[in-house]
């Protein structure tokens, strides 16, 4: 097992960037967007925050759908759009996503990330996203990715 923390993975300690698995990387991904149920793409696109996501609950029924910054599909949802691309999604009152600051540019994603068979893929608190389960990646440079979680998946090895 490796255990690396506190690199920058395709950023800087003066851009903007997201703190997943406790590095920091311009981008995360995870699932495939039209493959898997689930999906999440967060980039960091002329120094604001960009997302788009699909996003289940603990008991897989589909919440919302939010395709860069912008809802597309969900019911009772409310989205605040903040300063630099941030955003936060409430249904029904309660937060269930969120962006939560690390240090003065470095946010970490605040949401508990399902699949439809209410599979825990990925979890954000305050302090970290950890990932669970791939496919992943973690940091983009042109077309390449940093770090790649289960490169031996099928779906990771066709051409994107």
């Given at each position: 097992?490796?255990?690396?923390?506190?690199?920058?993975?395709?950023s800087?300690?003066?851009e903007?960037?997201?703190?997943?698995s406790?590095n920091?990387?311009n981008?995360?991904?995870?699932?495939?967007?039209?493959?898997?149920?689930?999906?999440?793409?967060?980039t960091?696109?002329?120094?604001?925050?960009?997302?788009?996501i699909?996003m289940y609950?603990e008991?897989?029924?589909f919440?919302?759908?939010v395709?860069?910054?912008?809802l597309?599909?969900?019911e009772n949802c409310?989205?605040?759009?903040?300063d630099?691309g941030?955003?936060?999604?409430?249904?029904?009152?309660v937060?269930?996503?969120?962006?939560?600051?690390?240090?003065?540019?470095?946010m970490v994603?605040?949401?508990?990330?399902y699949d439809?068979?209410?599979?825990?893929?990925a979890?954000g608190t305050?302090?970290n996203?950890l990932?669970?389960?791939?496919?992943a990646?973690i940091?983009?440079k042109?077309n390449?990715?940093?770090?790649?979680i289960n490169?031996?998946?099928?779906?990771s090895?066709?051409?994107?």
């Amino acid at each position: 097992m490796v255990f690396i923390e506190n690199n920058y993975i395709f950023s800087s300690p003066e851009e903007n960037s997201y703190f997943v698995s406790s590095n920091y990387t311009n981008y995360i991904e995870l699932g495939y967007d039209g493959i898997d149920d689930y999906y999440l793409k967060a980039t960091v696109l002329n120094n604001k925050y960009n997302l788009s996501i699909n996003m289940y609950d603990e008991n897989g029924e589909f919440l919302f759908e939010v395709k860069n910054n912008v809802l597309i599909n969900g019911e009772n949802c409310d989205v605040i759009n903040y300063d630099r691309g941030i955003i936060e999604i409430i249904i029904n009152n309660v937060t269930i996503l969120n962006y939560s600051p690390i240090e003065n540019n470095t946010m970490v994603i605040v949401c508990d990330i399902y699949d439809k068979n209410g599979d825990l893929i990925a979890r954000g608190t305050d302090e970290n996203f950890l990932i669970f389960k791939g496919p992943a990646r973690i940091g983009k440079k042109d077309n390449e990715y940093g770090i790649i979680i289960n490169p031996n998946d099928i779906r990771s090895m066709r051409a994107r």
